[in-house]
Each structure stands twice: as structure tokens, then as C-alpha cells.
């Protein structure tokens, strides 16, 4: 069945990076991009960036412009968002989601939480 | 970006009612490009409608979708135990795709 499992809980300090990762499998992986969208405590879901599995081409919401790299290993079939210059207000669980123009299977999530 | 505005905030149910949910948008959402997700409690949201009013997979007949441009509807028919849980519309037609703040159905 069509799975996408990601990598385990971060806790990062103010000002670095973290990046997480998202195993496809199930599915012909170049055949579909994959979406993050991002849920802070108690707030709505909020769609940070899409890649296309097949050729790499990445779009960005212009909130998260210049801070959040998407990447893809087809060999590991596997997508990778980093984020980086990590405020507080980043502390969040993060899901990689798969596109069929919606999102028709999500991930688990991963907590990303932000902390001196 | 379009704004979707979900009521009501809350809606507290008994198990056998049915569940109206609210979701508009700021401006027309094109080609009926709206999704319905369902969210429990340390879960991830799961699909259950896309196109405004199309089931997903293995998604039970009394869950239904409809509308077209600024206003959309979820209807639960009969709520059941397993449906107590936070919705959210999503329009995936216009970049930034964007998803409303949420329905708690929650248990009366």
C-alpha cells in the first residue's frame, strides 16, 4: 500500500536548521510530487512547498521563500525539506503529503520543536 | 491568497445526528478544486473528499460533499462514534494552496 513514513522528532535551537525526510514507497515514486504543509499547536494547516519527484522542479510559498529547500533522492525515493534561520514560532509538526493535485496520503508528521 | 472561512467553530452532536460544515472562500475557487480532510488527535489529516464532492477511497457513504465557488458544504449524515473529530476544507486551485482553520465535531 502507498506509504509515506518520515524521519523522528527534532528539537533545534533558535537560528539553526533542521531538516526532515520523507519515504515513499508503494507507488511509482517519480510519477507524483509531494507536498509539506506544516501545522503549528492549535493553528491551521499551512502549505510551505511542493516538489515534482519526477524532475526535481520545486514551487515555494513566498512565506517560507528563501528559508526551505525541498530535495528529492529518486534512488531512495525519498524527499527532504530544510528549514533553516529557526525562530520559535517554527515549533510545529511537519507532514509530507502526496499530490494528486489534493493530497491523498499523508505522512505521520514529524515535531519539529524549537527551543534555547 | 484565498482566504477559507470554516463554521461553525465548534459543533457539538450526538451520535446518530447529522453534521452540517461550512467552509467559504475569499474569492471563487476554480473548478471546484475544494478537499475536505478529517484530523484526529496526534493523527494526520486523511482525505475524504476532493473536487467538491468526490469520495475518496474507502471513504463511507455518509459523508458527502457539495457546493461550487465561494461556499461549500460537508454533510455527515449520521454521525458515528469514529466521526468525532476536527474537518478542514482546502482549495488546491489557486496558489498558494490554502486550508480553513477547522470544524470540531465534538460529542454533546
Known amino acids: 500500500q502507498v506509504q509515506l513514513v518520515q524521519s523522528g522528532a527534532e528539537v533545534q535551537k533558535p537560528g539553526a536548521s533542521v531538516k526532515v525526510s520523507c519515504k515513499a514507497s508503494g507507488y511509482i515514486f517519480t510519477s507524483y510530487a509531494l507536498h509539506w504543509v506544516r501545522q503549528a499547536p492549535g493553528q491551521r494547516l499551512e502549505w510551505m512547498a511542493w516538489i515534482n519527484a519526477g524532475n526535481g522542479n520545486t514551487k515555494y510559498s513566498q512565506k517560507f521563500q528563501g528559508r526551505v529547500t525541498i530535495t528529492r533522492d529518486t534512488s531512495a525515493r525519498t524527499v527532504y525539506m530544510e528549514l533553516s534561520s529557526l525562530r520559535s514560532e517554527d515549533s510545529a509538526v511537519y507532514y509530507c503529503?502526496?499530490?494528486?493535485?489534493?493530497?491523498?496520503?499523508w505522512g505521520k508528521g514529524t515535531t519539529v520543536t524549537v527551543s534555547s | 491568497e484565498i482566504v477559507l472561512t470554516q463554521s461553525p467553530g465548534t459543533l457539538s452532536l450526538s451520535p446518530g445526528e447529522r453534521a452540517t460544515l461550512s467552509c467559504r472562500a475569499s474569492?471563487?475557487?476554480?473548478?471546484?478544486?475544494l478537499a475536505w480532510y478529517q484530523q484526529k488527535p496526534g493523527q494526520a489529516p486523511r482525505l475524504l473528499i476532493y473536487?467538491?464532492?468526490s469520495r475518496a477511497t474507502d471513504i463511507p457513504d455518509r459523508f458527502s460533499g457539495s457546493g461550487s465557488g465561494t461556499d461549500f458544504t460537508l454533510t455527515i449524515s449520521r454521525l458515528e462514534p469514529e466521526d468525532f473529530a476536527v474537518y478542514y476544507c482546502q482549495q488546491y486551485g489557486t496558489s498558494p494552496q490554502t486550508f480553513g482553520q477547522g470544524t470540531r465535531v465534538e460529542i454533546k
Open positions: 474569492q471563487s475557487v476554480s473548478s471546484s478544486y
Open positions: 503529503a502526496r499530490d494528486t493535485n489534493y493530497m491523498d496520503v
Open positions: 473536487g467538491a464532492s
